[in-house]
C-alpha cells in the first residue's frame, strides 16, 4: 500500500510517500513561499526521485484542518483533484492527529499538538498514548492557552509538537507544570504524519473531503459584526 500525504495547514508545506508503513521520501519547505507555488512541484520532484508517478501510489491523504484557510483549500483542492483524476481514495486527516502521530515514539504521555491560532488562541486536541496506542482526549478546537493548561494536572506529562509548541511551552513552564518538545525536524507540522494518520483510515471519494476550518474566517467574522452593528 502506497500513500502520498499532503500537509498545507500551516507556514510549512510537506509531502511524503509511505509503502507498508515505511517513509520512502520526503519532501518539505518553509522558505515563505504560498503552497500554490510550492506544492505540486514538490509532489514530482518527490516521486520523480523514487522513480514513480502519481498513478503508482494506491490511495492519497491530505492534512483538512484545522489550520491555515488558505493553505487547508491549497491541500485539500490539489488533493481531491489528483485523486479525482486518478480515481484513487482519498482521505481526510486531522492536522492535530498527524502531528500526535510524529510523537509517538516518546514513550507514554499526553501529547498536545498546537498551532498558532492567532486570536490569543491555538488550535489543539489531546491524545494519550499508552502501550503503543493513541487515544484521542479531546476534540479539535480553538482555544486559550490559559484554558488547556488551566485545569490540567501540573505533574501530568506534556509533549509538545506544532508551531504553538514554544509559546504554549513557556507559558507551561510559567505555570509551573513541565513539558517536552518535539526537536526541530519533527516538531512542524509533517506530510509524514499525515500518512500515518491514514494508514488504518479507509478512503472516501474526494467529494466527502472538505477543510475543517474549526471556527470562522476573518471574512465571516467581519460580516457578522457589521449585522450586529
Known amino acids: 500500500m502506497r500513500i502520498l500525504a499532503l500537509e498545507t495547514s500551516a507556514k510549512a508545506a510537506s509531502v511524503a510517500l509511505l509503502e507498508?508503513?515505511?517513509?520512502?521520501?520526503?519532501?518539505?519547505?518553509?522558505?515563505?513561499?504560498?503552497?500554490?507555488?510550492?506544492?505540486?512541484?514538490?509532489?514530482?520532484a518527490l516521486l520523480d526521485g523514487v522513480g514513480l508517478g502519481v498513478k503508482d501510489v494506491d490511495k492519497i491523504a491530505v492534512a483538512h484542518?484545522?489550520?491555515?484557510?488558505?493553505?487547508?483549500?491549497?491541500?485539500?483542492?490539489?488533493?481531491?483533484?489528483?485523486?479525482?483524476?486518478?480515481?484513487?481514495?482519498?482521505?481526510?486527516?486531522?492536522?492535530?492527529?498527524?502531528?500526535?502521530?510524529?510523537?509517538?515514539?516518546?514513550?507514554?504521555?499526553?501529547?498536545?499538538?498546537?498551532?498558532?491560532?492567532?486570536?490569543d488562541q491555538v488550535y489543539n486536541a489531546l491524545f494519550e498514548n499508552r502501550d503503543g496506542v493513541l487515544r484521542r482526549l479531546t476534540e479539535d478546537r480553538a482555544i486559550a492557552i490559559e484554558e488547556l493548561f488551566g485545569q490540567k494536572d501540573k505533574d501530568s506529562r506534556y509533549i509538545?509538537?506544532?508551531d504553538g509548541a514554544a509559546l504554549c511551552h513557556d507559558w507551561l513552564i510559567a505555570w509551573g507544570g513541565s513539558a517536552e518538545i518535539l526537536p526541530e525536524h519533527l516538531v512542524q507540522q509533517t506530510a509524514w504524519g499525515v500518512a500515518m494518520a491514514a494508514i488504518e483510515l479507509p478512503g472516501d471519494k474526494p467529494c466527502e473531503i472538505n477543510p475543517q476550518y474549526i471556527r470562522p474566517s476573518q471574512a465571516e467574522r467581519e460580516r457578522a459584526e457589521k449585522k450586529e452593528i
Not at 507498508?20 to 514530482?44: D, E, F, Y
Not at 485523486?83 to 510524529?102: I, N, T
Open 20 to 44: 507498508n508503513g515505511k517513509l520512502i521520501a520526503q519532501n518539505m519547505q518553509n522558505a515563505g513561499l504560498t503552497h500554490s507555488r510550492t506544492l505540486l512541484p514538490m509532489i514530482h
Open 65 to 119: 484542518g484545522p489550520g491555515s484557510f488558505t493553505g487547508l483549500r491549497i491541500g485539500v483542492a490539489t488533493a481531491k483533484g489528483l485523486a479525482w483524476g486518478l480515481d484513487k481514495p482519498l482521505v481526510g486527516v486531522s492536522s492535530l492527529a498527524a502531528m500526535a502521530h510524529q510523537a509517538m515514539h516518546l514513550g507514554e504521555g499526553t501529547i498536545c499538538p498546537v498551532m498558532d491560532a492567532r486570536r
Open 160 to 162: 509538545l509538537v506544532g
